[in-house]
């Protein structure tokens, strides 16, 4: 499209009155700001009206966030050309209308983007994929309670552009209670049992809440549904189950799991970095030390939100350092040592593993009893 797009954002919100100045300082460049406020009981509404927001105030009982959404959606002017959803604890980075006027041609009617969901300890991006919450005006809607998905249901075919150039950053806000997520995931899974999807979503929520049998068995069905077949949740799926299986002191289960997550995609980091911690933990050096390898040897990051920063970390370098000692490949482990402190220089024990392998020959006592099981 070569004339400049009307853009509206629009948002669903309870209690942010603590965000609203970060995020409406982010959309400024918007030409509409439209905002579901859906029960605060803070200076929410009032602080974003001040900033020049529409808010209308409104009750979704029972609550879903698909119906949220719907309704925030449907405040949004008819002649707008592209919408934007966010969160009020998500932020927009600089320069996103011009990378989205860019981007936006003629017939487009989604926008894929990066979406940075979570944060490392130092403050650079943790967890990164791609997200696809811009979309034209007509022809999209909301469903599902949780977890809720944009469907297209206009005329024609979906036709999704996209851009490395307009990023959304999420801080997520630890004081939003969860309490109603296993809730709506039970309903979210009784309307659609055969989504897989859901499915997983459930399982995990379960875990979440230390119901590790019940987790498993969702899990496990989750893996049974004739639509999974995408090798990252699979995997996800089977590493889940084997933290369930751990936690319940299922062990040769969890070793299992563990074994099968690889097994579902072989060239995805995580799943090795967590059989080589299980292995590690077994005492089984070799298989540890292999699985360590295995991982680092895989150098490319996945673009969703299966991606972890702790396999992408010093973690990988470390349980290769301390197996490879193990197993007598003092020069291996001694490499893998000065990697893993470099890559976590604020880590004293990674520093102090270095300095006693150094010091230590062959024969003597290794620095097994510096590694902080409590980490793996």
């Known amino acids: 499209m070569t004339n400049r797009l009307c853009i509206a954002l629009y948002a669903i919100a309870r209690d942010e009155a603590r965000h609203v100045e970060r995020f409406t300082a982010s959309i ?4 509409h700001v439209v905002i579901a406020d859906t029960g605060s009981s803070d200076e ?38 592209v919408c934007i959803s966010l969160d009020l604890d998500e932020v927009l ?7 989205l006027e860019a981007t936006w041609t003629a017939g487009a009617t989604r926008l894929r983007y990066p979406f940075v969901s979570s944060w490392n300890d130092d403050g650079t991006p943790g967890v990164t994929f791609r997200n696809n919450r811009v979309h034209a005006r007509r022809g999209y809607r909301w469903r599902l309670p949780i977890h809720e998905i944009l469907e297209w249901r206009g005329e024609g075919e979906e036709r999704e ?4 150039d307009f990023v959304v950053h999420h801080h997520p806000d630890e004081q939003k ?5 296993l809730p709506l995931l039970c309903t979210a899974a009784a309307e659609s049992p055969e989504d897989p999807r859901l499915s997983h979503y459930l399982g995990r929520e379960y875990g979440f809440h230390q119901r590790h049998d019940e987790a498993i068995r969702e899990l496990c069905r989750s893996l049974e549904l004739p639509r999974n077949s995408w090798a990252p949740q699979r995997a996800e ?6 933290k369930s299986c751990e936690q319940l002191g299922r062990l040769d289960e969890a070793l299992h799991w563990a074994w099968r997550a690889v097994a579902e995609h072989p060239t995805q980091r995580e799943p090795w ?4 911690s299980a292995l590690y933990h077994r005492g089984d050096y070799e298989g540890g030390y292999f699985a360590a390898r295995r991982a680092l040897s895989l150098a ?19 349980l290769a350092a301390i197996c490879a000692w193990e197993i007598g490949l003092y020069d291996y482990a001694r490499r893998h040592a000065v990697n893993a402190a470099r890559l976590d220089p604020a880590n004293e024990r990674l520093q102090r593993n270095v300095e006693l392998m150094a010091a230590c020959s062959p024969d003597a006592s290794g620095p097994h009893g510096e590694r902080s099981r409590e980490r793996v």
Not at 28 to 31: H, K, S
Not at 161 to 164: D, I, K, L, M, P
Request: glycine share 4%.
């Open 28 to 31: 400024e460049d918007a030409d």
């Open 44 to 81: 929410t509404a009032h602080r974003l009206r001040e900033r020049g927001a529409q808010v209308t105030e409104t009750c979704i009982d029972p609550w879903r966030f698909d119906d949220a959404r719907n309704t925030a959606l449907a405040l949004v002017p008819a002649d707008v050309d």
């Open 93 to 99: 980075q600089p320069g996103w209308r011009k990378a």
């Open 161 to 164: 552009v996209a851009t490395e």
């Open 177 to 181: 209670s969860r309490s109603s997520y």
């Open 237 to 242: 799926a089977c590493r889940l189950i084997a």
């Open 273 to 276: 970095v967590d059989l080589a």
């Open 300 to 318: 490319t990051r996945s673009p969703d939100y299966f991606s972890e920063p702790h396999a992408w970390g010093s973690l990988p370098d470390d």
